[in-house]
């Protein structure tokens, strides 16, 4: 079983930034993808990151990029999403997931990040 634990969510003015952390308990052929997600109130969770741990491959949703950076630490199984300028609408509880391209298979519990305007 791969368990996920976020950490680093809070409460945070517009143009501030947070970086949230995922550490996972242990890597296998399932989990070389990364990723994360979030969901607003009333809306569908979205797409918003993710890395490959093999080499560090990224990619990102456009209503993020150039403000959001993810990383990952292979020794220490965790990955970090970095994110600045931060905006109201960036407000949701983000989940960090693990699976294989295509397809994620572990999921976090989710934690809370709430931009002030």
């Known amino acids: 079983q791969v368990q996920l634990v976020e950490s680093g969510g809070g409460l945070v003015q517009a143009g501030g930034s947070l970086r949230l952390s995922c550490a996972v308990s242990?890597?296998?052929?399932?989990?070389?993808?990364m990723g994360w997600f979030r969901q607003a109130p009333g809306k569908e969770r979205e797409f918003v990151a993710r890395?490959?741990?093999?080499?560090?491959?990224?990619y990102y949703a456009d209503s993020v990029k150039g403000r959001f950076t993810i990383s990952r630490d292979n020794a220490k199984n965790t990955v970090y999403l970095q994110m600045n300028s931060l905006k109201p609408e960036d407000t949701a509880v983000y989940y960090c997931?693990?699976?294989?391209?295509?397809?994620?298979?572990?999921w976090g519990q989710g934690i809370q990040v709430t931009v002030s305007s």
């Open positions: 997931a693990a699976g294989a391209p295509g397809s994620y298979g572990y």
């Open positions: 890395i490959r741990w093999s080499d560090g491959n990224t």
């Open positions: 242990r890597r296998t052929f399932s989990t070389s993808i």
